[in-house]
């Protein structure tokens, strides 16, 4: 089969593999009708998450049709079913799982000895996304393994697009927990930093939730603009000050909710001098994330306020200001997503006819062109802000 | 055919059959290799800078070989990173302050300078290396002032956004009515 691997930093190609095979009971393979590329796949083509192997197929944002089930399914999945594959390998059984937490499933890290070393405890599997988190391979192909696939499936019914449905996987989820987290109350005001994928999809969930104002932080025209139709009033960083911005949205409050949706590749600018350094330090391996939005969120976030952290960060993040942190009494909320934890209510939603999660997709084409696609996604060049890719 | 990456493979996964085409073009792969021969070059110059002092004539100048041996790991681990393109310029103002160094020892009762002449012309070969490779690795991110697609009829709900955010305010109402969870 044709899948997108990971060669090395900045090396994406598509080549031929051998197909997936039933490895356990629990298994299912399902024939990828459409997979996409997910702002964190840009953390591994840049090579800043460690543990990535060269061979390793990258996706995380993948649906399809079941093609095979292993004997220890227990008729949950059935040939022909039709699922989108949450990014979180669960077991569905463990402590972790039944409290909902399922991004932190204690059971499908295979290779668990690693995320223990690195994290304290082991997160849950995750698919195509390095060998911390299980060395599973992803998505980006013709063919996907689904291990414990009993848990590990959203079945979606026929009769709606893929497109529509794909992004249940993550970034819509992510968005959902992310906002959330917030708990949010009508007369809150959400700053975002990010309008990438997950931060439009945040926009229109705390939209959904009922927040009073959504403030979105970029300094990308077509996102700014996306951002804009989903609801948000926007902040261009590039061309005017995010402080007195909104100093001046809040009446001098600050928001009470502030969301990254960035994480640790912050944009570098010359008027910034934190993200020169980031970016320097990063550069000569000193330190692994450019956490700017961190810092920025708890300067102007309302006393009292909560931070919710969506964007990915890998491992040491300096120059955290923890004693604003601390004095304004601030609470921080983060995570891998809880994809299942969301997906019923969010399937509902779509079905409904609530919010439609195409409008993110700009560009379409063949798994082929994956390997392009990463560079052009990853310059947004050809105002790209989500790329699917159809095998 | 042999692929390094299915030695690592766990068993039952897929393997690489057939490798496609490399994203990497040959302007990366010389990056690569001038940032491998910058962190060569400044290990010697950095643990060894007697010899490359006596080498040149200019004993004496240990620390300031050391200190360029610095500058030069440095600009080789930028070219190796993400951000090649910083570290093939900073590898090029590098060229400039070696050439200068060079000059000022190209004097008439140096008893070595005929190697001084021979490190500036190798000098001035890799300074066009440098600057050929810096030229070809920019960025390719659109520069602020290219037309774009904006897309501000892509609001993701198809009943509207003011029927959204009025559904959501009777929820978020009621919720406060009746002290429901939300």
């Given at each position: 089969m044709k899948a997108l691997v990971w060669h090395g930093k900045e090396d994406i190609r598509c080549d031929t593999v051998t197909d997936p095979e039933?490895?356990?009971?629990r298994d299912a393979i399902i024939k990828v009708t459409s997979c996409a590329i997910c702002g964190s796949d840009l953390h591994l083509f840049h090579n800043f998450i460690p543990g990535m192997l060269p061979g390793d197929i990258m996706g995380h944002e993948t649906m399809g049709e079941v093609v095979e089930v292993g004997?220890?399914?227990?008729?949950k999945l059935k040939k022909g079913d039709r699922i989108v594959v949450p990014f979180t390998i669960i077991c569905g059984e463990c402590d972790q799982c039944k409290r909902g937490n399922f991004s932190v499933c204690?059971?499908?890290?295979?290779?668990r000895q690693l995320g223990d070393k690195v994290f304290g405890h082991t997160t849950a599997g995750l698919f195509g996304y390095t060998h911390l988190t299980g060395g599973y391979p992803g998505g980006q192909a013709e063919y996907l393994r689904v291990p414990f696939a009993d848990a590990t499936h959203i079945k979606v019914p026929d009769g709606i697009p893929d497109e529509q449905l794909l992004f249940l996987s993550d970034i819509f989820p992510t968005g959902w927990q992310a906002a959330v987290h917030c708990d949010i109350e009508p007369t809150d005001t959400v700053a975002i930093w990010g309008c990438g994928p997950v931060g439009q999809m945040t926009i229109r969930s705390a939209i959904l939730l009922g927040a009073n104002q959504v403030i979105a932080i970029d300094c990308i025209p077509e996102r700014l603009s996306m951002a804009e139709a989903g609801g948000a009033t926007t902040i261009n960083f590039e061309t005017e000050s995010v402080l007195e911005r909104l100093d001046h949205l809040t009446d001098g409050r600050g928001p009470e909710k502030c969301i990254d949706a960035t994480g640790m590749e912050s944009h570098v600018m010359a008027s910034q001098p934190d993200t020169l350094l980031d970016r320097a330090k990063q550069m000569v391996m000193l330190e692994s994330d450019r956490p700017h939005v961190l810092r920025e969120m708890i300067y102007v976030c309302r006393p009292g306020g909560i931070i919710s952290v969506a964007g990915v960060y890998s491992g040491f993040s300096d120059k955290i200001p923890m004693g604003a942190f601390m004095n304004k009494g601030l609470t921080m909320r983060t995570g891998q997503t809880h994809v299942n934890r969301w997906t019923d209510d969010l399937l509902r939603r779509i079905e409904q006819g609530?919010?439609?999660?195409?409008?993110?997709?700009t560009h379409t084409v063949p798994l082929e062109r994956g390997p392009e696609m990463y560079q052009v996604f990853r310059d947004k060049r050809d105002s790209c802000v989500k790329v699917v890719l159809k095998p | 055919m042999f692929h390094f990456g299915n030695i690592v493979r766990t068993k039952g996964d897929p393997k690489i059959v057939d490798s496609g085409t490399s994203l990497a073009r040959p302007e990366d792969r010389l990056a690569r290799a001038l940032g491998w021969f910058s962190i060569g070059l400044g290990l010697a110059e950095l643990f060894a800078p007697r010899r490359v002092t006596e080498t040149l004539g200019m004993e004496g100048h240990e620390t300031l070989v050391r200190a360029f041996g610095a500058r030069e790991i440095i600009s080789g681990i930028m070219s190796l990173s993400v951000d090649k393109n910083a570290g093939l310029w900073a590898r090029v103002g590098g060229d400039g302050l070696d050439a200068a160094a060079l000059i000022s020892a190209l004097t008439p009762d140096n008893p070595k300078k005929g190697n001084v002449a021979l490190a500036l012309l190798m000098i001035g070969g890799i300074a066009m290396l440098d600057y050929r490779a810096a030229q070809e690795t920019k960025p390719k991110r659109p520069s602020p002032k290219a037309r774009r697609r904006l897309y501000p009829d892509r609001s993701g709900f198809p009943k509207g956004l003011a029927a959204v955010k009025d559904r959501a305010r009777q929820l978020t109402n009621g919720q406060a009515r009746t002290g429901a969870p939300s």
């Open positions: 039933i490895q356990d009971p004997s220890g399914v227990d008729g204690e059971t499908t890290n295979r290779k609530e919010i439609d999660p195409s409008f993110v997709i | -």
